[in-house]
């Protein structure tokens, strides 16, 4: 037999490999140069090129590593350029935050820069992979560099502590999800996601079980109840720059695959993975919400919120299994999140004048007038993040909560209004304490040029979608109907 | 559709059996003549002395790691060879590529120091 | 002439004023005091009164056009292409939005200027203006917007103000070592939530109801349902529309029971006059409390068709939700109006007052007349925002008066307590003359504006029939007595008699800044009721000397729906008084007087401070019992039994009953214990205790990950573990079902 090497387009996966390549560039570099500024602007550099590549592939459907016969391995689609933005952005925004920080924290180290860019790397993998062994590469790709990021702040136990949880944990699940596949792949004999879904026939026990077995591998990345429990110590062990990225990146990564996999792969199942979907985002809802409320620690309290968010994103996914819309309000949704998380991290960073302290609401107090810029940004925020309008967190949750009523899932909809009206007592009690004390802090506020660019892009972006998200809206359609293949899905 | 659940049912009531059969047979087999040697850890003729838990130089995992990840590179690096005739120079690319990659981790780690044992 | 094209501008100018002083402000006030004042202050009060301006050109264009509303679009904001859903940012300019953005830039501009001199020498001042003018843009969004969820931005804005100015002196204690203020502004934020949700719910079951927000929208196609009378598909079932429309009308009046202070939620107000006197003023006085009472109005054709639908009366037995709407306002109006009798606060009895005469308004939109309530709603904002900014004055007064004294030996005193005043109007002329005007205007004595505007409801009350209108007809007269009494016993207590304090001896008038708006106000207050002054004679329409009549009602039937469907006779409107009548006026009248004279009376020489249970109607001597053998029957019946019926609706209904056991306790606790319960035990020690209990039955399954981890990730480990198994249970039955 003649072999035939498969059809490579590099290009299309130029976004990866420029974060990629940065990355190994920076491994070699660190030999011979340990100045940390040239590494910043480096991998800024390295992520804004990515960004550039990316958005220039939007309106185009792409697919590479071909195998003769067979479906590509990777695609680049509106859907995965819309992700990848999202991505890069928060990579950048990471950075923006991060400036200041790591340079008082003396974490400033090359490897900081490296593992981000391969992390984002395999975050980037996790949407444009198109066959269930890449998912999982992209996933370990994309996992392993966190794992070592939570624990970089070696000097304090509860980074490391958090680091060996996250590890543990994240391989456990990896465990699982891999099961998945293999149960996957002994149902259809196939692992690409086109295959399954030509082959795949509804209610084979196999498959089923696979489905449920990648159901826990995704939604312990994207911290779903009952897979949520690592995400509170985790988020607070780990240095806040590295958790302000975990939460987005992720996040965002793990819904990429989720959808994909679900709605390219699976729509046979859809009526089974829809009903738990529904449940899970009803469980993440309520405990998200309702734990998040007793918590004084700021990052303990983003982290059980960060959760709730993932229930919001989950409706949205449960309701993909019935019209593609949804899809839509998933991706505005994660627009919205990114902008308002990664704004309310910085403003975390900001006064956390040493390495986990400043960190408890106590911190917060009086804020307003030591510094109303900060405090008034953190009020927007907060207000996105609990859905008042005009931000973009409403505009979000009104998409999710609109498509979650056009597929019926209206109980979970209205699980969703309570949650996110309980969801106002603990958001609002930080503003409570910027606004209605008098603080006796005299720590200084750590707001250098990086971190306002970044707050006041986080800041515009947040109400930005609040004012004007139908264009934004049309624009997350568009990343959904211009992919044919969530449509067959849908 | 319930048929096909059976089979998962019988392969998990089975899968067990397999192993659990084969260290069954073995200790049903075996003759049984324990001595104080035979009852070490390392059956290898060297004493074990102390205890296992303690703290060993982290340096042992790096260079573990280092060795696990140059191991594997040669697993590929194997087939490639056998079927160079068929493959022709698209293998050549990718596994220069591959190895290259490769080579960088190690020129991090060396530059990093930490091949230096301290 | 129109200028729609200028209506953004309504929203730009407060935008304009919060910038500037949220973020330069406070720069120009350190530099200098005195310069930097007048600059942020004259600032913030100049982009109120060119929204001002602005609405009247509105009004003017409005007058021009025919009345015809006309929405200017602003621009997109949320779009659905593929579903054909679009809630663009657009402005509904007609006579009802006109007529709520006239109240609220006029009275708020008068209180700016108020403001400057009474916010003077607060340390932050620039930051309280940037706070008013925020305030003034979300409630311009919210009488402005063309949809429910415009309305519903405003809604969450203002509630965001209000949250914030009632806690502006955050860090204030109080004798007791309570944060008065901070708890206050918590209560309102916590209370208003639960209104909120009503609003959420209500907007979301419009829109499936109705599939559109726009008002235009929503009422047209809720009148072709209504016509039709087919049942809507919700939820894959079958509901009547007369459900649909009163589960929507109910959850309105939820949120308006937030809002406006209303029974059950009416808690959080009289808390809420701890934030600084303008505040009061505007806020918790004039306007954004009468933002339910313009939800019901603008949603009145749902309502009127609530009241028609048969399917409604299944819900609710026998009472539909605007006859609710109305029950709810008069309680409420009667049961404030008590409460008003027993308090010493200045501004207390002002509070509560406010809370009575919201519950008019509620009461009266409730029973279909729509007008009556927004006329009730401006005259009220009229002398209501008069007598808080001039009760601020005599606060002002007092406390420069307890300045003077050199002997500051009780550090415990009040300038609010009533007790301690008396007699200033000798001191504060023009403060009494303005106050006694408002009192008056409230207490409904002709020819103040309170007395045709509260007629007019009463009016509606009596002259239709039915069960419901005669019970909420008694209990309006009621509170409209104890109104005047109260009213009565406040300016003789504050303004007549002798000082019983030093501090009132010594009180000074307050600056020209604080007393011209004052008088402004005043004349608004005299004046008003020409603005829907009803006919004497039984003619329609009739123009007398170039002054037409019923002028509020003629400009509101423009935008009132249900007054269109009159017309073609789908929808019956409840009788609208268009004659005065003379009874009820007369009666009134008669009532108010008398119980003014009678609060005079009776409240002759209070007792000072230093009597620890003070009791206004003791010592009581009135002149008929020196003549008539009514002394013993006076103050051994009367007095006791008065004094008993006033302290137990202050202190067992709305203190114990609403205050502490509904909302402390209910609420409140048991919020707090749910999230006690729910974080402590189902996420540590419930999952991590089921978790543990299977951790110990499979201890030998387990022992190996026992072995190697340890702390708490065996538990998070068979957690997940638990979820993947209980995952495939699930997939098992969705196949097998």
Known sequence: MDFQPPIINLLIVAPLLITMGAGLFLMLLNIFCKRDGVYYWLTLAAIAAALVQNVAMWGHEYGTFIARGSYPMVVSDNFSVFLNSILLLSGIGTLLISRNYLHRTKLERPEFYMLMLFSLSGMMMMGMANDLILVFVALELLSIPLYIMAGLAVSR??????????????????????????????????????????????????????????????????????????????????????????????????????????TVALPAMSDAWMGALALIAALTLIIGNVVALMQTNIKRMLGYSSIAHAGYLLIGVAAAGQHSEAVGSVLLYMLAYLFTTMGAFGVVIALEHKLGEGIMLEDYKGLAKRNPWLSAAMLVFMLSLTGVPPTGGFSGKFYIFRSAVEANLWWLAIIAIMTSVVSGYYYLRVVFYMYMFDGDRTEPVYAGTALKTGLLIALVGTLWLGFFPAGWFELAYKAVIGTTQLLAGG | MLDN?????????????????????????????????????????????????????????????????????????????????????????????????????????????SLEWV | MNAFGLAPLLLIFPVIGVLFNGLVGRKFVEADREIGEKWTGWFGTIMAFSAFAVAVSLFFSLQANGHHAEVVHLFDWINIPSAGFHVPWAMRIDTLSVTMMLVVTGVGSLIHIYAIGYMHGDKDFSRFFAYLNLFLFFMLILVSGSSYLMLFVGWEGVGLCSFLLIGFWFSFVDKNGVWKNANAARKAFVVN?????????????????????????????????FKSKEPLLLFGQEVAFGS??????????????????????????????????????????????????????????????ARLSVGSELLFGVISTPDLVALVGASTALLAGLIAFTQFDIKGVLAYSTVSQLGFMIAAVGMGAYV??????????????????????????????????HDHDDDDFDPQDMRTMGGLRNRMNITSV???????????????????????????????????????????????????????????????????????????????????????????AIV???????????????????FSYLALEHWLEHSLHAFELTEEHV???????????????????????????????????????????????????????????????????????????????????????????????????????????????????????????????????????????????????????????????????ATAG
């Open chain 1, 157 to 262: 136990d509860d980074s490391k502590e958090s680091a060996m949880k996250y590890f543990l944990l994240g391989a456990f699940s990896s465990g699982i999800f891999v099961y998945g596949i293999a149960l996957i792949y002994g149902a259809t004999g196939a692992t690409a996601l086109p295959a399954v879904y030509a082959v795949l026939e509804a209610g084979s026990p196999l498959a089923m079980a696979g489905t449920a077995f990648l159901m826990v591998g995704f939604a312990f990345k994207i911290g779903a109840v009952p897979f949520h429990m690592w995400t509170p110590d985790v988020y607070e062990g780990a240095p806040t720059v590295v958790t302000a990225f975990m939460s987005v990146g992720a996040k965002v990564a793990g819904f990429a695959a989720l959808l994909r996999v679900f």
């Open chain 2, 5 to 113: 659940w059976q089979f998962i049912a019988i392969f998990v009531l089975f899968a067990p059996l397999i192993p659990g059969a084969a260290i069954g047979a073995n200790w049903l087999l075996s003759p049984k003549k324990p001595n104080r040697i035979k009852q070490e850890t390392y059956e290898c003729g060297v004493e074990a002395v102390g205890s296992s838990w303690i703290q060993f130089k982290v340096q042992y995992y790096i260079y573990a790691l280092v060795f696990v990840v140059f191991d594997i590179e040669a697993v590929f690096l194997f087939p490639i060879a056998a079927a160079y005739g068929l493959l022709g120079a698209f293998a050549v690319v990718e596994i220069v590529l591959f190895v290259l990659i490769l080579v960088a981790a190690l020129a991090y780690t060396w530059g990093d120091g």
């Open chain 3, 193 to 225: 939530r639960i209104g909120d949700f009503g609003i959420v719910l209500a907007v979301i079951l419009t829109f499936w109801a109705f599939g559109s927000l726009e008002f235009d929208v929503v009422f047209e196609t809720a009148l072709e349902m």
């Open chain 3, 244 to 305: 649909v429309v009163t589960a929507i009308t109910a959850l309105f009046l939820l949120g308006a029971t937030g809002k406006s202070a209303q029974i059950p939620l009416y808690v959080w107000l009289p808390d809420a006059m701890a934030g600084p006197t303008p505040v009061s003023a505007l806020i918790h006085a004039a306007t954004m409390v009468t933002s339910g009472i313009y939800l019901i109005v603008r949603s009145n054709t749902l309502f009127e068709m």
């Open chain 3, 372 to 405: 009556a309530g927004m006329f009730h709603l401006m005259m009220h904002a009229f002398f209501k925002a008069l007598l808080f900014m001039s009760a601020g004055s005599v606060i002002h007064g007092m406390e420069h008066g307890h300045h003077h004294l």
């Open chain 3, 434 to 524: 303005v106050y006694i005007i408002g009192a008056l205007a409230l207490a409904g004595i002709v020819p103040l504006a309170g007395f045709w505007s509260k007629d007019e409801i009463l009016a509606h009350a009596s002259a239709n029939d039915g069960g419901i209108f005669t019970a909420v007809y008694v209990m309006l007269v009621i509170a409209a007595i104890s109104t005047a009494f109260y009213m009565g016993r406040q300016l003789k207590m504050v303004f007549f008699g002798e000082p019983r304090h030093a501090a009132a001896a010594h009180a000074e008038e307050s600056s020209n800044l604080m007393t011209y708006p004052l008088i402004a106000l005043a004349a608004l």
């Open chain 3, 528 to 546: 008003g009721g020409l603005a829907n002054l009803p006919h004497f004679a039984a003619e329609h329409g009739a123009e007398a000397g170039g």
């Open chain 3, 571 to 733: 929808l019956h409107m409840p009788h609208t008084p268009i004659q005065i009548q003379w009874s009820v006026a007369i009666i009134s009248t008669i009532l108010a007087v008398g119980s003014i004279s009678l609060a005079f009376f009776v409240i002759y020489k209070d007792t000072s401070k230093a009597n620890s249970a003070p009791d206004p109607l003791q010592k009581t001597p009135i002149w008929w019992t020196s003549v008539l053998p009514l002394n013993t029957l006076y103050m051994d019946y009367f007095i006791p039994a008065f004094n008993r019926m006033a302290k137990w609706v202050a202190i067992s209904l709305d203190w114990v009953f609403w205050h502490d056991f509904v909302h402390n306790r209910l609420v409140r606790d048991m919020f707090v214990t749910f999230a006690a319960f729910t974080s402590s035990v189902l996420d540590q020690k419930g999952v991590d205790g089921i978790v543990n209990g299977v951790a110990s039955t499979t201890r030998r399954l387990s022992g190996f990950l026992r072995q190697t981890e340890s702390g708490y990730v065996r538990s998070y480990a068979l957690s997940i573990f638990m979820g993947a198994v209980l995952l495939v249970i699930y997939f098992m039955f």
